[in-house]
């Protein structure tokens, strides 16, 4: 974990996985990322994937390494009142509020300012008007389903990485240090409100598909596993496995070309369709006709042999594997690689996590920290930052206000 942040903190109120993820990114790059949640946990304390011996949700503490964790009664006036303290506390880099719990009031950017007002609240609603959205409602509408796989409008095909709440969560974080870098100048506070459907949509257009269904009136074909508008395809290996070869750049395109010994059939293929499979467009165009040179060359040899012969070259390519597979087999997922450390996660056991997959020449990565029980931190919280005195905090715990790691087991 890296401490750039380290003055910056953040309180966070979250569920699911844009949020979370938020705060993820912030408390790895080294800022104090404190979360809230109800005594026993929220609604997405125990969600799938669980560890089948503990049940303690792997999904869960996947999302929040590195942060502390407060467990409060906000049904209380009291503990709500709590959590409004620990957002607006004095201090520099304090006054940060991350969160995608909408339509609260006591969480209401005005009501917060009142106390605050270089507040900055960064909140995650699903669609721009403040109505419900979550990722796979916002992928169906973004029109991917139409074009993943052999997807069509009367059978469309989701993909399972939610990838609209990964951007969106990357980009909330993004939006936080704006907004700090603008108070730290100005002095003022800032309002932030990201919405999931806008990050679907921007993205969209960014990548040309809006414009292409605008400008040309068409809509693009669903092409399987082939990259469009290149060369791109899945093939088959003589031990059962199953590779994505990829030729975007004239490069790559002459690395494959070498690699599989086909440029003389290459050119046969060229003069015979009147194209110059240099370019990427009319190499997407004869993608079936290569695909018939590439294949046969794929199904005689084995991934090993394929493997060296292809790093010999520098094609582009990758191994499909399972998840399973990706822990055993990859060296990038292991301790070889800088990113990744063995820790040992409370309910969980020892495994294999992640830091911030940024990379500062300059500074060494720390530690990987796991994830908190929730309540592990409230007292912590409340005596320091807070500067509750401890009886103070005793009577709290008596009220059922707030709780420790114990009773949020």
């Not at 993820?21 to 408390?27: F, M, P, R, S």
């Not at 709500?80 to 006054?95: E, K």
């Not at 060369?231 to 030729?247: L, Q, S």
């Not at 990706?326 to 800088?338: H, Q």
Request: charge should be negative; hydrophobic fraction near 40%.
């Amino acid at each position: 974990m890296y401490d750039l942040l380290k003055h910056v903190r953040v309180v966070e109120g979250s569920a699911f996985v844009a949020a979370p993820l938020a705060g993820l990114t912030l408390a790895q790059l080294g800022a104090d990322v404190i979360r809230f949640d109800m005594i026993g946990g929220g609604i997405d304390y125990r969600r799938m994937p669980r560890s089948e011996e503990s049940g303690t949700s792997l999904y869960w503490t996947g999302l929040n390494k590195a942060k502390r964790s407060v467990a409060v009664n906000l049904r209380d006036p009291r503990g709500r009142a709590l959590i409004q303290d620990l957002i607006t506390a004095p201090g520099p880099d304090g006054g940060i509020l991350l969160t995608n719990f909408s339509n609260v009031a006591w969480l209401a950017y005005e009501e917060l300012a009142k106390r605050r007002s270089d507040l900055i609240k960064v909140a995650i609603q699903g669609n721009h008007d403040g109505s419900n959205a979550v990722d796979y409602t916002v992928n169906c509408a973004a029109g991917f389903p139409m074009v993943t796989g052999q997807g069509q409008s009367e059978q469309p095909v989701n993909h399972v990485l939610p990838a609209w709440d990964v951007t969106t969560g990357v980009q909330a974080a993004f939006g936080v240090l704006a907004a700090l870098i603008d108070r730290m100048r100005s002095g003022k506070g800032k309002n932030v409100t990201l919405a999931l459907s806008d990050m679907a949509f921007s993205v969209t257009a960014h990548l040309g598909y809006l414009a292409e269904a605008m400008v040309n009136e068409t809509q693009r074909p669903a092409t399987g596993n082939d990259l469009y508008g290149a060369f791109g395809r899945d093939f088959a290996t003589a031990d059962g496995r199953r590779i994505m070869i990829v030729a975007i750049s004239p490069k790559q395109w002459s690395a494959l070309c070498r690699a599989c010994s086909i440029e003389g059939d290459v050119g046969t293929l060229e003069r015979e369709l009147g194209v110059d499979l240099s370019l990427e467009d009319q190499r997407f165009d004869a993608r079936d006709r290569i695909s018939e040179l590439v294949a046969p060359w794929c199904a005689a040899r084995t991934l090993s042999d394929i493997a060296r012969c292809f790093d010999a070259e520098g094609v582009c390519w990758g191994p499909y594997q399972s998840f399973s597979q990706m822990s055993r087999i990859d060296p990038r997922v292991s301790t070889d690689n800088p990113l990744f450390q063995l820790i040992e996660q409370s309910g969980v056991g020892n495994i294999l996590a992640p830091g911030s997959p940024l990379t500062f020449a300059d500074l060494g990565r720390g530690d990987v920290r796991p994830a908190p029980a929730i309540g592990e931190h409230t007292d912590e919280v409340l005596l320091e930052t807070l500067g509750l005195s401890s009886g103070d905090v005793g009577r709290l715990h008596d009220a059922g206000v707030v709780a420790g790691p114990d009773a949020s087991s």
